[in-house]
């Protein structure tokens, strides 16, 4: 069965631009999440989606933002980059929004702004 | 919303078991201790979850204090792969909750050979 799969992989930007992030969960799937983790820093929570509805947000400006689709697969979306955006994007996904429903997560998406 | 306090660092030898600190001295009645851990260039993995009771899986043990307060991840024999970063996080087992995911910075184990 296939694990939890990000897109694109490295992305490079410049400050100011715009940058989207793809997340696709493991099949069955319903939650995702995004978190940041900077250089040598814990996971910072972003956002969470169930079934297609944002569930809860981190405390982050609202350029970041994102979206699920009726697939489950989601997006997430950072406007206006700044050079304090160059991170690790991680995504993660569940089975349903119960607590003890472990989360799996994917490779990453390496952010850097320049 | 419920923090979780580890040891940055922590260095083990190999074979030898490992006791794993996390404090949550504001942890709810209706939080889920979880624990993860990160490998170099990966993303976190699930070790181990509980609520009250200690639990025993393949990867680890989970010891929980009777209050609640804290709790330990045991290795029981660690090996070169355990090095990484464990993360300890509470979860709210009431459904729906908008309680915010702290992850914490986690304590890092090194193992030596």
């Known amino acids: 069965e296939a694990g939890v799969t990000q897109s694109p992989t490295h992305l490079i930007k410049t400050r100011g631009q715009q940058a989207t992030l793809r997340c696709s969960p493991i099949?069955?799937?319903?939650?995702v999440y995004w978190y940041q983790q900077a250089l040598g820093l814990g996971l910072q929570f972003l956002l969470w989606?169930?079934?297609?509805?944002?569930?809860n947000r981190g405390n982050f400006p609202p350029r970041f933002s994102g979206r699920q689709f009726p697939n489950y697969s989601s997006e997430l979306n950072v406007n206006a980059l700044e050079l304090e955006d160059s991170a690790l994007y991680l995504c993660?996904?569940?089975?349903?929004?119960?607590?003890?429903?472990?989360?799996?997560f994917g490779p990453g998406t390496r952010l850097t702004v320049l | 919303d419920a923090k979780t306090t580890q040891p940055n660092s922590m260095e083990s030898n190999e074979e030898e078991p490992v006791h794993l600190p996390c404090n949550h001295s504001t942890i709810s009645g209706t939080d889920y201790i979880h624990w993860y851990r990160q490998l170099p260039s990966q993303g976190p993995e699930y070790v181990i979850h509980?609520?009250?009771?200690?639990v025993n899986n393949r990867m680890a043990s989970l010891a929980i204090a009777e209050d609640r307060k804290s709790s330990t991840l045991i290795l029981h024999r660690a090996t070169l792969r355990d090095a990484a970063v464990y993360y300890c996080i509470l979860r709210d087992r009431r459904a729906g909750n908008n309680r915010k995911l702290i992850w914490g910075l986690g304590t890092s184990l090194a193992v030596n050979p």
């Open positions: 993660a996904s569940s089975l349903g929004t119960a607590p003890y429903n472990e989360q799996f």
């Open positions: 099949s069955g799937h319903t939650s």
């Open positions: 509980g609520l009250t009771s200690n």
């Open positions: 989606y169930d079934e297609g509805e944002e569930r």
